[in-house]
């Protein structure tokens, strides 16, 4: 037995339900054990894990994005750094051929 902030009195039931393990139990508020409650409990329950997995969900594809995005900036720079070396390895080697000519 509680007392509620408002000065209500609250009793609670003890029910072991069969989702916990062996000797387990709950207790749960007794107002709340009319199936429609638990159902619209539930319902409500499903609807927020569903919107919070949406937003979780929303900001991976953000991330993930930003990653490949980055990603490919790199490799743009590593090309331009690879075709710079392949233009300095070939006018080296011009002038190492000139050279011993």
Not at 45 to 72: D, G, Q, S, T
Not at 82 to 99: G, M, R, S
């Amino acid at each position: 037995v509680s007392i509620s902030p408002a000065g209500e009195v609250q009793a609670y039931q003890i029910r072991a339900p069969s989702s916990l393990p062996a000797g387990v139990v709950m207790a749960t508020p007794t107002g709340i054990t009319s199936p429609q409650q638990l159902a619209e409990e539930s319902a409500r329950k499903r609807e927020l894990r569903l919107m919070k997995n949406r937003v979780a969900a929303r900001e991976c594809r953000k991330k993930k994005k930003e990653y490949v995005k980055c990603l490919e900036n790199r490799v743009a720079v590593l090309e331009q750094q690879n075709k710079a070396l392949i233009e300095e390895l070939k006018q080296l080697k011009d002038l190492y051929c000139h050279k011993n000519e």
